[in-house]
């Protein structure tokens, strides 16, 4: 297969994700909620609105991983499409509360967001 970006791709965004989780984390801390367990704050990624926008990148990763388990191998359309699936979510919609949304907030918040956002907008 010739080269794709979707492999570095979904490398940066599992990075980011992670990032977003603990910038998250410090942002609901801050705000005086106790988190006293990895266990606890796991609970709340799966369940808890308040981080519901972070499973929607959490999917994302695992589409992609799944995609290119795929046998036969993915195809180069269907690694496009995932590509512009990440792009459209990173910066696509600027309606309130929607992922690119509150992700432009973090990277506003956060210079360590902001710097992996620039490095991952060079793939696209």
Aim: negative net charge; glycine residues 4%.
């Amino acid at each position: 297969m010739n080269y794709h970006p979707l492999p570095a791709l979904r490398n940066q965004l599992l990075s980011l994700h992670k990032l977003l989780m603990n910038t998250e984390r410090a942002a609901y801390e801050k705000e005086g909620n106790v988190i006293q367990s990895p266990m606890q704050f796991l609970q709340l990624l799966m369940e808890s609105e308040r981080f519901a926008w972070l499973r929607q990148l959490s999917q994302l990763v695992v589409m992609m991983d799944e995609a290119m388990e795929e046998k036969p191998p993915v195809t180069q359309k269907r690694m496009d499409a995932l590509v512009a699936e990440a792009k459209h979510l990173l910066v696509g919609s600027e309606e309130p509360g929607s992922f690119a949304a509150r992700y432009a907030e973090a990277r506003e918040r956060d210079a360590a967001v902001a710097a992996a956002h620039a490095e991952i907008s060079k793939g696209f």
